[in-house]
């Protein structure tokens, strides 16, 4: 990790060795990644030191019950070691992703996660699964992957029955606690995962050279026409 950053982040700076800031981006219908990720996470608390910061709304949609959601906003406000924002604008979210050692989407169906790249360009490798085209722009390179049964076209968790919902709960609470385990048990790869964050967002998600390639593909076009 950089020097700079390290300095930005001096109050845990041995995050590296033996804590993480993660930070949990949620967006829309934030229980719908998964009720039990508090639980999960929380055995990691004394251990090693995790402050987990959260940023997304509350809403009532298929995954989740009243009663979930109750227990979720009771977590959220009372808990120490978290942190939580309905909303922010979207620097400040950039802010926060700065300070973070790992992001984390556990998602059900996003069709492509640009909260992933928004992290990953602050060089804060993320947790995701591997659902549609998030394959595509995180691996184990650059973060960690956390494998969910799938359509066959598309790519979508298959989520039809409640067995199909509770299967996939499970799979992701099973994947979520070895990714931590992996990242608590070697966490000098987080600096790496970062870098290559960043590479491959200036190898792939650059502005300037996407933007050079658009005018490329109007310019022949037009000549086309002419």
């Known amino acids: ?6 300095e930005e982040q001096e109050d845990c700076v041995c995050a590296l060795q033996s804590s993480a800031e993660m930070k949990w981006n949620m967006g829309k219908g934030m229980e719908a990644k ?19 910061t959260v940023v997304g ?61 928004e992290m990953q360009a602050c060089g804060c490798p993320v947790i995701t699964t591997d659902i549609r085209a998030i394959p595509e722009i995180n691996d184990s390179s650059c973060g960690w992957l956390i494998s969910l049964e799938k359509n066959a076209v598309g790519g979508e968790a ?8 509770k ?9 979520l606690a070895q990714c931590l385990e992996n990242i608590f048990s ?17 190898a792939f998600h650059n502005p300037q050279e996407y933007a ?4 490329e593909v109007y310019g022949r076009t037009q000549r086309q026409v002419s």
């Open 158 to 165: 298959i989520h039809y029955t409640k067995e199909d919902k």
């Open 186 to 202: 070697h966490p000098e790869q987080i600096e790496q995962k970062a870098l290559n964050s960043l590479n491959r967002i200036k």
């Open 34 to 52: 998964a009720y039990d990720f508090f639980r999960e996470v929380k055995q990691y608390v004394d251990r090693h030191g995790i402050h987990l």
């Open 57 to 117: 709304r509350l809403s009532f949609e298929k995954w989740g019950t009243k009663k979930e959601r109750e227990e979720w906003e009771g977590i959220l406000n009372n808990e120490a070691w978290i942190t939580w924002y309905e909303t922010l604008p979207n620097d400040e979210v950039l802010k926060l992703c700065k300070k973070a050692h790992v992001g984390c989407l556990p998602t059900f169906q996003d069709t492509y996660g640009y909260s992933i790249l």
């Open 1 to 6: 990790m950089d020097d700079r950053r390290i």
């Open 167 to 175: 299967k996939r709960k499970e799979e992701l609470l099973g994947g």
């Open 212 to 215: 050079t390639k658009i005018r």
